[in-house]
């Protein structure tokens, strides 16, 4: 029986496994990597058959997923002979373009990009998709359900793919709570009870958004009432800069993607 294939053995691949093996995902699992310790952990965790030889593992393939770094890509697929069987393949890889994998290793093998969140091991992940013009409908719907067992799945044009990347991370929350539990620490708050709170603020608010599903602009100004504290607190953080800030970030965050590309 054909397996889905991971190349490469990192973080994204432990929790995109994880996840799946929460979900009672059923097809194959197998991973290749150069690393043998992590192919030790990844089967000592998770049960999956490893490979440490490439050409070995893209021939077990139905669904074969590139799950190494960007600057990695090229030399992965170089060591990749092209099939002489129809073969899906999904990169993970941030700012490497279809264009790019389809000069690298073209048909039979066709391709597609996604880009889930680590936070997929809990099946709470998020996915955003591209597909590649030329994959049939069958392989679509194969890649969607593989990423509708951890986490909700979309499908975006190619062109928006870098401002997902840049804004979707989980990286922001965690920012976000580290660096409100510290302001309140230095008023004074031991720091579990700033982590409380600052997560508080963050998590459950926002989960008490989602479920609610009450407009954004209703709590903001429900919540902040002009000359009231939550009013003071976010006028004061936009005048320092937070809303350019964070859009600065989000801007280099596209260009360190498509630096990339070159």
Avoid at 230 to 252: D, F, H, P, W
Wanted: charged letters at 25%; a positive charge; glycine letters at 8%.
């Amino acid at each position: 029986m054909k397996a889905t294939v991971f190349l490469g053995g990192g973080r994204i691949t432990g929790a995109l496994v994880g996840g799946l093996r929460l979900a009672n995902y059923r097809a194959p699992l197998l991973v290749y990597d150069r690393h043998p310790e992590k192919l030790r952990q990844l089967k000592r965790r998770y049960g999956v058959t490893v490979e440490p030889d490439l050409a070995q593992a893209v021939r077990q393939a139905e669904l074969l997923i590139i799950a190494v770094r960007p600057g990695s890509v090229g030399d992965l697929l170089a060591g990749i002979e092209n099939p002489n069987r129809p073969l899906c393949s999904v990169s993970l890889a941030a700012g490497v373009p279809l264009a790019e994998l389809r000069a690298r290793l073209g048909p039979p093998v066709r391709w597609a990009r996604a880009m889930p969140s680590p936070v997929c091991r809990s099946r709470r992940g998020l996915t955003a998709l591209v597909f590649d013009r030329f994959l049939p409908p069958p392989a679509r719907r194969k890649i969607r359900n593989l990423f509708s067992q951890i986490g909700q799945v979309f499908e975006i044009p190619e062109s928006q793919f870098d401002a997902f990347t840049v804004t979707y991370s989980a990286t922001h929350g965690y920012h976000a709570v580290a660096t409100l539990a510290r302001a309140a620490q230095r008023l004074g708050l031991p720091r579990k009870i700033a982590l409380i709170a600052a997560t508080h603020a963050l998590a459950d608010g926002i989960l008490a958004w989602r479920e609610d599903d009450t407009p954004l602009d209703r709590l903001l100004d429900e919540a902040a009432t002009p000359g009231g504290i939550s009013s003071t607190v976010i006028e004061s953080m936009n005048r320092a800069g937070y809303r350019r800030a964070v859009q600065k970030g989000l801007v280099a965050g596209v260009s360190r993607a498509r630096s990339q590309r070159r």
